[in-house]
C-alpha cells in the first residue's frame, strides 16, 4: 500500500480518475493470476511488478530523469531497444491494454479505431498512465495506418519521432530499415547527449540477446508434455518484459526457468493431463489484457505458445553481435527485426511458416487466432492463416474482441464448444 | 480488530522495501505469503501486500517482532478470487 500519490501528483497524473483504475485491479490480478493453483514460486517477482505496475519502474524512472537521464517511450516490437540503451537512454512500453483509457482516446480518434490504439491515445490525454508522462520523447512506427495517424494527434502533446518501417521484405527494404536505426541512433544521441559507441552497441545489444535467450529458454519448457507454467503467467511476463529493467527482467526469467526444469524433470505440471494445448496467434495483448488467456485457461485447455508481439515475435531471432563498426552492427540489428513477421508487410507468408512451426514444436491441439476489432491488416490475413491451418488438418478458432466484458461469456462458449471438439 | 473469517488476510506495508523484506523472511521461515496488490478495501493506494494464512498470524507477529520488520496491519477481507 505504498503510497505513490504524491509521484503521480508529481508527474502531473489525473490522480483522481487514476484512482478508480487502482480500485479495480487488485481484484482483477487476484481472479485471474492468484486464483490459480500450483504457480511456480519464483512467479513472485513478476507478481510484485504488477502490484506495483504504477510504482517501482515509474519511480525508478522518475530517479532516472532526475540524474539527467532520458526515458524513451516505445508502442512496438520494432523499436530495437538496444539503439535506446546504448545512447544511455532507458526504453519503456507505455499503457495500451485496458478498456479503462478508451473512452479517452475516442475523445480524439473515431470509434472504428482498434482498441490498442484508442487506449494509448486515451492513456496519455487523461493523464492516468505514469509511464505516458515519464518519457521525454516516443518513438512511434509506421506498422498500421491507425497508429500513424495516431501518432500525429499524439504529437501535439509530446514529442514524437516516427521510424518508417518498410511495409515489404526484399534486400532493399532490409537496407532500408538500417537506414531508420541509423536515423534512430542520431536522434537517441541527441536527446541524450550522449554518443553511441561501438562498444556501447554491442554490450547493449548482448544485453537484449540474453533477455531474449531467456524468453526462449521460458517457451522451449512450455514445449514439454508437462506443462510446468500457465500461458496466463507467461503473458504477465511477455509484458512484463517491455517495461521492466532488461538485466533485471533476464535474471528473474532465468530464475524461475531454474524451478520450472525441476517442474518437468519432477512432472509437475499446472494442469491435469490431457488438458488441450493451444497457440494463440494474433494481435498483442498489452497490460492488463489477460481475458483471451483467463477465458481459454478455465475452459479446460493451456495457452502453450502466444504467435504474438507479446510473444514469440518479441524474442525469437537474435542479433549477429560479431559487427566490428556501427554500420555493421546497425545491419545487424536491421536484419533481425525485419524477420518479424508482423502482419503490415506484403506479403507475409513468413508469419504461415512460424505458425506452422510453432504448432508443431509447440505440439499445439489446436489455434486461436485472436485479432482486435479493427485491426484490419491481421483481420484480413486470418484469412490465409486458417486456409493453411486447415490444410494441415490443425483445428482452428477465429476470434475478434477488444477490451470490454460485454463479449466475455459469448467468447467462452464458443472457446469450450472448441476446445470440446478437440477432445 | 481482524475480521472473523474473511476470504483472504493482508499485511499491509508503508513501502515495498518493507513488503519485500517481509514477504523473504516469511519464506524463509517456512511461513505462506503471497505477493498481492493491496485491495481497494484496505488502502486507497495501489501497491504491494502479502496474502497469508489466519492461523499463521501469531507466528508472523513474533517473527516480525524478532527481526524488526515493520509493518502497517493486518487485516482480513471478504473478496474471493473467482476463476473463469
Not at chain 1, 86 to 106: D, K, R, Y
Request: negative net charge.
Amino acid at each position: 500500500m505504498a503510497d505513490y500519490r504524491e509521484m503521480w501528483k508529481e508527474l502531473g497524473m489525473d490522480v483522481e480518475t487514476h484512482d478508480d483504475l487502482c480500485a479495480v485491479l487488485p481484484q482483477a490480478i487476484g481472479d485471474v493470476f492468484l486464483s490459480q493453483k500450483n504457480r511456480p514460486e519464483k512467479m513472485d517477482y513478476f507478481d510484485f511488478v504488477i502490484a506495483e505496475v504504477h510504482g517501482v519502474r515509474p519511480a525508478e524512472l522518475k530517479k532516472f530523469r532526475e540524474e539527467g537521464g532520458k526515458v524513451f517511450g516505445t508502442f512496438c516490437t520494432y523499436v530495437p531497444d538496444e539503439i535506446i540503451f546504448a545512447a544511455g537512454g532507458i526504453s519503456t512500453g507505455l499503457c495500451a491494454g485496458s478498456q479503462f483509457w478508451v473512452p479517452g482516446g475516442e475523445q480524439v480518434l473515431p470509434p472504428n479505431v482498434c482498441p490498442l490504439i484508442k487506449a494509448s491515445v486515451g492513456a496519455r490525454l487523461t493523464r492516468t498512465c505514469p509511464f505516458f508522462r515519464l518519457a521525454d520523447i516516443y518513438i512511434g512506427e509506421t506498422t498500421c495506418d491507425g497508429k500513424k495517424k495516431a501518432y500525429e494527434i499524439l504529437g501535439e502533446d509530446v514529442p514524437m519521432y516516427i521510424m518508417d518501417l518498410p511495409q515489404m521484405k526484399r534486400p532493399e527494404d532490409v537496407d532500408k530499415w538500417a537506414g531508420e536505426i541509423k536515423k534512430l541512433l542520431v536522434k537517441a544521441e541527441e536527446v541524450t547527449g550522449n554518443k553511441v559507441t561501438v562498444a556501447a552497441l554491442k554490450e547493449n545489444i548482448h544485453m537484449i540477446n540474453e533477455k531474449r535467450k531467456a524468453l526462449m529458454r521460458l517457451y522451449k519448457l512450455r514445449q514439454n508434455p508437462v506443462v510446468p507454467i500457465s500461458g496466463t503467467d507467461v503473458l504477465l511476463i511477455s509484458q512484463i518484459a517491455y517495461y521492466d529493467d532488461p538485466t533485471r527482467f533476464t535474471q528473474k526469467v532465468n530464475e524461475l526457468c531454474d524451478e520450472l526444469d525441476e517442474r518437468v524433470a519432477n512432472g509437475v505440471s499446472v494442469v491435469p493431463e490431457g488438458n488441450k494445448r493451444i497457440l494463440v496467434s494474433g494481435t498483442p495483448m498489452a497490460v492488463p489484457n489477460w481475458k483471451m488467456h483467463n477465458i481459454i485457461e478455465t475452459s479446460g485447455a493451456t495457452v502453450v505458445c502466444e504467435e504474438t508481439c507479446t510473444g514469440t515475435r518479441y524474442f525469437e531471432n537474435l542479433v549477429d553481435e560479431s559487427g566490428e563498426t556501427l554500420d555493421e552492427l546497425i545491419h545487424a540489428l536491421a536484419e533481425r527485426y525485419m524477420k518479424i513477421n508482423c502482419a503490415c508487410f506484403t506479403p507475409n507468408s513468413g508469419r504461415i511458416d512460424d505458425i506452422r512451426r510453432l504448432a508443431k514444436d509447440y505440439k499445439a491441439d489446436g489455434i486461436i487466432d485472436i485479432h482486435l476489432k479493427f485491426c484490419t491488416t491481421y483481420d484480413v490475413e486470418e484469412y490465409f492463416v486458417e486456409r493453411e491451418m486447415k490444410k494441415d488438418g490443425t483445428p482452428f478458432l477465429e476470434i475478434e474482441t477488444d477490451y470490454t466484458d460485454s463479449d466475455t461469456q459469448q467468447l467462452k462458449t464458443r472457446v469450450e464448444a472448441f476446445i470440446e471438439m478437440l477432445s | 480488530m481482524d475480521t472473523p473469517k474473511a476470504e483472504h488476510y493482508y499485511i499491509l506495508f508503508k513501502n515495498h522495501t518493507d513488503g519485500t523484506a517481509m514477504y523473504h523472511a516469511l519464506r524463509a521461515a517456512g511461513l505462506s505469503a503471497q505477493i498481492a496488490p493491496t485491495p481497494r478495501q484496505l488502502s486507497v493506494c495501489c501497491g504491494v501486500s502479502l496474502i497469508i494464512q489466519p492461523e499463521e498470524i501469531p507466528a508472523i507477529k513474533k517473527l516480525a517482532e524478532e527481526q524488526e520488520l515493520e509493518y502497517v496491519k493486518i487485516e482480513g477481507v471478504n473478496n474471493p478470487f473467482r476463476r473463469g
